[in-house]
């Protein structure tokens, strides 16, 4: 786990980075579900890597210079409201455990951040995470601080400080590694859970709840992103999440499904045959799509381009596709007119961390916005590797194979020789995979 002299540490780097400058950011603020009742609470990525406070609202401060120091403000200690909401740190014990310099009470907010901002106006910078730090209630409630963090009142100073942390966050160190890849396990015996409980009959929703009960039983108090199980053609929407049809057999299931362990995601897709055994158009698709995300795994070491491993599974796809008589045409033909991506229509890979699409960019242009290249992978990146092919039902192709939508995806990790898929344990060879199917049904 991440230990506050972690969050200290970060903090300092950052200071370093800034000059003169001085960084604000801003947790997030409780999100109202309907009348008294809140959405599970869930700290801003940007703020949790910096402080490991798990408080809504709070607001930090990092003054680089001369004199460093992070500064936070958070809701004051609170017995009476503590009896309702539960424990409330308070500026003292905030300062104390999470290894701040100095703490203040947000109620104090309006008349101490604007004068830590003042002295920096108007030829030192000021960053902050434009799209997060103005929907701060603590931010929001004093206009004039507003104004400051939003880069209204002092443009000329004002600068983005994502750019930054963005670079911090694409490059995981040991701790952070070792965390995604215990959510790692705890998914893949998530996703085999799963599909020990598949059969036919059974709604889709009771298969995602096999998985959530397991993330819980195993560790993980929540999931990472909402839950895509997608029986049959419902494969054939990307972002599927209805989860209410029944389950039929002789149709594959779709699951793309990770957790959330310590805020940092794990994401794990897996396509099987609801009866267990797949028929011979589903195995032709699924070997190729498997084909694809081995070769697009091994394009996956320091130096190669972020678009290798896409380079790659696309090769794959098309070849296979063509061989199916389901594409036709010379391969470089249709990838010029991307034709392929009738099946095939996104993207390989995003970076993963405390997003399940994490921070990071993905094209190089700080030198030359023209002649703009992929960023090349660099060790402790993080990364998914999920090529696919969708066929929906009434395509221009043969009937056999509507209906089909299969996806596999795994959580990379490159290291200084090559990478790692920290989501191994999930099986997806196709004997594997109807070894365990149904086999926890009574």
């Known amino acids: 786990m991440n230990t506050y002299e972690e969050f200290q540490k970060r903090r300092k780097n950052l200071a370093d980075m800034l000059g003169d400058g001085v960084a604000v950011i801003s947790n997030a603020d409780e999100s109202s579900r309907n009348r008294d009742c809140d959405y599970p609470f869930r700290s801003d990525s940007y703020f949790h890597y910096l402080s490991g406070f798990p408080e809504p609202e709070a607001v930090i401060f990092i003054v680089g210079g001369n004199q460093p120091r992070s500064i936070i403000f958070c809701k004051p200690k609170d017995i009476s409201k503590e009896i309702w909401n539960g424990y409330i740190f308070g500026p003292e014990e905030a300062a104390k455990q999470f290894l701040f310099d100095e703490a203040y009470s947000l109620e104090e907010i ?40 939003e880069g209204k009142k002092v443009k000329d100073s004002y600068c983005d400080l994502s750019m930054l942390l963005d670079a911090m966050r694409c490059l995981k160190n040991e701790n952070e590694i070792n965390i995604m890849q215990k959510s790692a396990d705890i998914a893949a015996k998530s996703h085999i859970f799963a599909m020990g409980m598949t059969k036919p009959g059974k709604y889709e929703y009771q298969i995602e709840g096999e998985i959530l009960n397991q993330f819980m039983q195993n560790g993980a108090r929540y999931p990472a992103y909402s839950s895509i199980v997608a029986g049959g053609s419902n494969a054939c929407t990307l972002h599927y999440v209805s989860n209410d049809s029944v389950l039929k ?4 299931l779709l699951i793309d ?15 099987y045959p609801i009866n267990g055994k797949f028929s011979p158009p589903q195995k032709d698709i699924y070997q190729i799509v498997l084909e694809a995300q081995k070769k697009a795994i091994n394009q996956v070491k320091p130096g190669n381009y972020f678009d290798d491993p896409h380079k790659a599974a696309v090769e794959v796809i098309i070849d296979g596709l063509i061989d199916l008589k389901i594409l036709k045409g010379p391969r470089d033909k249709i990838i010029e007119k991307e034709l392929y991506k009738e099946f095939f229509m996104h993207r390989t890979s995003h970076w993963l961390g405390l997003d399940v699409h994490d921070t990071g960019k993905y094209i190089d242009d700080s030198f030359d916005e023209i002649n703009s290249k992929p960023v090349k992978f ?16 009434n395509s221009n192709v043969p009937k056999e194979f509507w209906g089909i939508g299969i996806r596999i995806e795994d959580d990379v990790v490159v290291t200084p020789s090559g990478s790692k898929v920290l989501s191994e344990n999930a099986p997806k060879e196709v004997k594997d995979l109807e070894d365990v199917v149904g086999s926890l049904n009574e």
């Open 257 to 271: 499904a990770g957790c959330e362990l310590e805020s940092y995601a794990s994401d794990i897709t897996r396509t």
């Open 378 to 393: 660099l060790a402790n990146n993080v990364l998914t590797i999920e090529p696919g092919c969708y066929i929906k039902p």
């Open 110 to 149: 309006n008349t101490i951040a604007p004068k830590i901002l003042k002295g920096y106006l108007p030829n030192k910078n000021i960053f902050c995470i434009p799209e997060t730090s103005p929907s701060n209630s603590a931010i929001k409630n004093n206009k004039n601080l507003q104004h400051w963090v």
């Open 249 to 252: 057999d002789g149709d594959l």
